[in-house]
C-alpha cells in the first residue's frame, strides 16, 4: 500500500512539473494596434516598434515566457468600439492581454450584448471577418502609463503662455469633431471659445499639417499623437504648450476576469518594472513623452467631468 502511495505521489509531482513545463513554453499572447504610434507600430518588413512592444517583452521575459503579439487594425468610425474589439479578441483566445488599454470606467463595464465581431487581425480568414464571438468580462490590469491631452501651439502662437484652457482665447482653435477635445473647447466656461474654432472631419482633414500650415493657431489633442506626429515630422514647427488638461485616462492592460492568476503576475511586474525605472526607460526609447499613472487607476464618467467643470 504504502508502495503504491510512492509511485502516485511520484507520479503527480512529475504531472505537475510537466504541466507547469508546458504552461511556462506556452506564449504570453498580448494583442496590440498595429498603427499607434509611439505606442505600437507593425509595418511590413521593419522591425516591430513602440513602447508597448518593448513593455510587453520585458513582462514577457520576466516571466518566464516568449512573447507573441498579435496584431490588430482598429477602425476609426462611428461604429467601432474599443472595449468590444478587445473584448471579442480576448474571448476567442487570440491573446490573453491587450495592451495600451484606455482605463475608464465606461470601458471595463460588462458589455451590453452577448456577441461582438472580431477586429481585422493579422492572420484572420474571411470566416473569422465574419463570425461573432461570445463575449466575456474584461478586468484591467495596474496602470503603467498615464495619457494626458495637451495643448499644441502653430507657428503663429510660439511662445504663448497655456496655463488653462482660457488662455487660449484670442488664438484661432481647430479640433476635429465629435473628439474629446471637441467637447472640452466647445463647452469650455459655457461656449466663450466657440466662436474661435473650426471643426476638422476626422480622417479627412490634416489637423496637426494645417496647424504646421499657420491655419490655425493651435489645437487640443492626446499628448501620444504629438509625440507620433514629431517622430514622423522631425522638422516640425508646432510645440507642445507643456499644459496637460487636467482630465485624463491610464492605459494599462486588460485580460478576461476568467485569467485573475495572469493580470496578478502581471501587476507584480509592473510594479517591479516601474520601480527601477525600467517603464520610464522604454518610453523614452520609443519616443513616448511618458508620465506615471495617477489617480484614480481608472477613470469615472469623463463627459460629466468636463460639463461639470
Not at 504552461?23 to 513602440?50: F, I
Request: aromatic letters at 6%; charged letters at 25%; glycine letters at 10%.
Amino acid at each position: 500500500m504504502r508502495a503504491w502511495l510512492a509511485a502516485w505521489s511520484v507520479a503527480a509531482i512529475l504531472a505537475a512539473a510537466t504541466t507547469a513545463a508546458r504552461a511556462a513554453d506556452e506564449p504570453l499572447k498580448v494583442c496590440l494596434d498595429e498603427d499607434r504610434p509611439p505606442l505600437s507600430v507593425h509595418d511590413k518588413g521593419k522591425p516591430d516598434s513602440g513602447f508597448d512592444v518593448l513593455l510587453a517583452q520585458a513582462i514577457a521575459d520576466r516571466i518566464g515566457r516568449p512573447l507573441k503579439i498579435q496584431w490588430f487594425e482598429s477602425k476609426l468610425d462611428e461604429d467601432s468600439s474599443p472595449q468590444l474589439e478587445a473584448n471579442a479578441l480576448l474571448s476567442d483566445g487570440r491573446c490573453s492581454l491587450v495592451g495600451g488599454y484606455a482605463l475608464t470606467t465606461d470601458s471595463l463595464v460588462k458589455p451590453g450584448m452577448k456577441t461582438a465581431r472580431l477586429p481585422d487581425f493579422a492572420g484572420a480568414t474571411r470566416d473569422d471577418r465574419r463570425r461573432r464571438v461570445a463575449l466575456g468580462v474584461l478586468a484591467p490590469s495596474q496602470p503603467y502609463v498615464y495619457s494626458p491631452m495637451t495643448v499644441v501651439l502653430g507657428p503663429k502662437a510660439q511662445g504663448r503662455k497655456i496655463g488653462g484652457i482660457g488662455d487660449l482665447a484670442g488664438l484661432r482653435l481647430a479640433i476635429e469633431s465629435g473628439s474629446l477635445g471637441d467637447a472640452i473647447l466647445m463647452t469650455f466656461d459655457k461656449g466663450r471659445l466657440i466662436d474661435s474654432i473650426t471643426h476638422l472631419v476626422p480622417g479627412r482633414d490634416d489637423l496637426l499639417g494645417a496647424l504646421q500650415r499657420g491655419d490655425h493657431d493651435a489645437t487640443l489633442i492626446d499628448l501620444g499623437r504629438f509625440d507620433a506626429h514629431r517622430a514622423a515630422h522631425p522638422d516640425t514647427t508646432i510645440t507642445a504648450s507643456g499644459y496637460y488638461y487636467p482630465i485624463g485616462a491610464n492605459r494599462g492592460y486588460v485580460g478576461l476576469a476568467s485569467d485573475g492568476a495572469l493580470i496578478d503576475a502581471v501587476n507584480k511586474t509592473l510594479t517591479s518594472l516601474a520601480a527601477e525605472g525600467k517603464i520610464a526607460e522604454f518610453g523614452k526609447q520609443a519616443g513616448l513623452t511618458y508620465l506615471p499613472p495617477r489617480e484614480p487607476a481608472v477613470l469615472g464618467d469623463v463627459w460629466a467631468k468636463i460639463i461639470q467643470r
